[in-house]
């Protein structure tokens, strides 16, 4: 069995209090072979202090700073400094259990994939836990007639990634949904698998109410099976850990 280098890219906006809670759990890897490249888009809090105070747990851990359109441009240019032959797209309020890379490495190398996403778990609230089972079934059900992967997870092989040109920086919502899409037009060897375990923060749908977010979802959907790629707003989606904030 090949073992492949990963290379880990988390785009960040006021995370502070959700980005050291992944960095903990990547720190916690058993398999050694990643770097780390935060891509960071000016945040005002403390999210480049929490980042570089993992530096002596993470030595390969890269921080940038500056200005980006979208998560999108955020993340190509993250992918651009990728040295690894594998790419791992982590939203920044995700955890992973401490096997994660190591199963991912066998994965890859028991299907020769190219790309995979794994399903997203809530940790706690049966509510929650139930929306994020029917959401990973149904793209697990659809892989051979439409397969998607979510944003919160994208493992890609870099040479795959640069062969479809990455992600498309004009598309604001669905970015992951579309790019899965070319790579399959160029015959990705593509999967969807309930382990390793991903955490995924249900934050926006508490922020938001469950009925308002799904339906967001469900209407980005069926415009991109009608339509194709968002590339204009359809309906309000804000980024940013901050945004998650009571204010007062």
């Known amino acids: 069995m090949k073992n492949y280098s ?110 995979l996403t794994v399903w997203n778990r809530a940790e706690k609230g049966w509510k929650n836990k139930l929306i994020f089972f029917l959401l990973n079934l149904s793209m697990s059900l659809f892989q051979k007639i439409k397969p998607a992967a979510n944003g919160a997870c994208i493992i890609v092989k870099k040479s795959s990634f640069d062969k479809v040109q990455g992600f498309d920086e004009e598309i604001v919502f669905g970015e992951d949904f579309e790019l899965i899409q070319r790579l399959a037009k160029i015959k990705t060897r593509f999967a969807v698998f309930s382990r390793p375990i991903l955490y995924v923060s249900p934050r926006r749908f508490e922020k938001e109410g469950l009925v308002k977010s799904l339906s967001k979802s469900i209407r980005a959907i069926i415009y991109q099976l009608f ?22």
Request: hydrophobic residues 40%; aromatic residues 12%.
């Open 6 to 115: 990963f290379s880990i890219v988390i785009p960040t906006l006021n995370e502070e209090k959700k980005l050291p809670l992944l960095l903990e759990t990547i720190s916690l890897q058993k398999y050694k072979a990643f770097e780390v490249i935060i891509v960071d888009s000016l945040s005002t809090d403390k999210t480049k202090y929490i980042a570089q105070s993992f530096k002596k747990r993470l030595p390969n851990l890269k921080f940038i700073q500056r200005k980006f359109k979208n998560v999108s441009q955020a993340r190509n240019y993250g992918a651009s400094l990728s040295k690894n032959e594998f790419l791992v797209f982590f939203d920044a309020d995700v955890k992973i259990e401490s096997n994660f890379l190591e199963e991912v490495n066998k994965r890859i190398n028991q299907l020769n994939l190219e790309a």
């Open 227 to 248: 339509f194709g790629p968002i590339k204009r707003p359809i309906f309000e989606y804000k980024m940013g850990g901050d945004y998650y904030e009571d204010k007062k």
